[in-house]
């Protein structure tokens, strides 16, 4: 049986109530405090135009791990983002069992992303301290996955 980092979950249950709590505030931090309210889950298929993007990178989780229907953002921008307000954003955390059970068990997968902040037009906004709240959508690349022995998510998601 697969498990997921989903709450009620085999892998939510052995990590006390604390520890997840302090991993979503240590995620809020990195991410940036004014952009990050919390984070939440979402549908995996919401991250495979991410992964499909980056083959190179990606191509591993789909040839060697059955991959979950969920996943954890660890950001999730505030209402102060007028046409962003609620929208997840990466890293994005998941448990994944892998496809030949001989090869060991469940580990923990980071998507590490670099957000760009879209203009009305599709055009990147300035990079800056604060992301910009006036933004129309933001675009997410995939810099890098990080894979990880399921008890390391005290760690939090361990990018680069």
Same mark, same amino acid.
């Given at each position: 049986?697969?498990?997921?980092?989903?709450?009620?979950?085999?892998?939510?249950?052995?990590?006390?109530?604390? @520890?997840?709590?302090? %991993?979503?505030?240590?995620?809020?931090?990195? =991410?940036? +405090?004014? &952009? $990050?309210?919390?984070? !939440?889950?979402?549908?995996?298929?919401?991250?495979?135009?991410?992964?499909?993007?980056?083959?190179? @990178?990606?191509?591993? %989780?789909?040839?060697?791990?059955?991959?979950? =229907?969920? +996943?954890? &953002? $660890?950001?999730?921008? !505030?209402?102060?983002?007028?046409?962003?307000?609620?929208?997840?954003?990466?890293?994005?955390?998941?448990?994944?069992?892998? %496809?030949?059970?001989?090869?060991?068990?469940?580990?923990?997968?980071?998507?590490?992303?670099?957000?760009?902040?879209?203009?009305?037009?599709?055009?990147?906004?300035?990079?800056?301290?604060?992301?910009?709240?006036?933004?129309?959508?933001?675009?997410?690349?995939?810099?890098?996955?990080?894979?990880?022995?399921?008890?390391?998510?005290?760690?939090?998601?361990?990018?680069?």
């Amino acid at each position: 049986m697969a498990r997921s980092c989903l709450p009620g979950s085999t892998l939510a249950a052995a990590v006390p109530t604390a @520890l997840i709590a302090a %991993l979503a505030a240590t995620l809020a931090c990195l =991410a940036g +405090a004014p &952009a $990050a309210r919390a984070g !939440g889950t979402l549908a995996f298929t919401e991250l495979l135009p991410l992964l499909r993007g980056k083959p190179q @990178l990606s191509g591993v %989780l789909f040839q060697a791990y059955r991959l979950p =229907a969920s +996943a954890f &953002a $660890a950001v999730r921008l !505030g209402p102060h983002f007028t046409h962003l307000g609620g929208r997840r954003l990466g890293p994005y955390l998941f448990e994944a069992q892998p %496809l030949n059970p001989a090869t060991g068990g469940a580990v923990l997968i980071s998507l590490c992303t670099q957000p760009q902040f879209l203009d009305r037009a599709g055009r990147p906004l300035p990079a800056g301290e604060d992301p910009p709240i006036e933004a129309r959508d933001v675009r997410e690349d995939l810099t890098a996955i990080v894979i990880r022995e399921p008890s390391a998510i005290s760690a939090g998601p361990g990018c680069p």
